[in-house]
């Protein structure tokens, strides 16, 4: 069984930079796409980045050109930098990932258990 630990979340002030940081650990064969997920309170979960094998990037409209997604395979890591934090950007992040199963014969969805982020002065 793959589990995902996040950190590097915590009260930031607008205009701030913070990094997340996600480690996958157990079984792990390979892993497909990793991403990052977030909700706000009172909101649906939402996709801000998600990155392949391949290093391949994708981001939702809201954190273009502020936020970066990377990941480096050999520690099943990805990683999180998000500059120019707003108010907005305040929510739950949690990390996602799809290792590879052996039992399933298949890739599978695995979530983080979340890392608070706070945007406020």
């Known amino acids: 069984q793959v589990q995902l630990v996040e950190s590097g979340g915590g009260l930031v002030q607008p205009g701030g930079s913070l990094r997340l940081s996600c480690a996958a650990s157990g079984s792990i064969f390979s892993i497909n796409d990793m991403g990052w997920y977030r909700q706000a309170p009172g909101k649906q979960r939402e996709l801000v980045a998600v990155i392949t094998n391949g290093g391949r990037a994708n981001y939702a409209d809201s954190v273009k050109g502020r936020f970066t997604i990377s990941r480096v395979n050999a520690k099943n890591t990805v990683y999180l930098q998000m500059n120019s934090l707003k108010p907005e950007d305040t929510a739950v992040y949690y990390c996602?990932?799809?290792?590879?199963?052996?039992?399933?014969?298949?890739?599978?969805?695995?979530w983080g258990q979340g890392t608070l982020v706070t945007v406020s002065s």
């Open positions: 996602n990932a799809q290792p590879f199963d052996v039992n399933a014969a298949g890739y599978v969805e695995v």
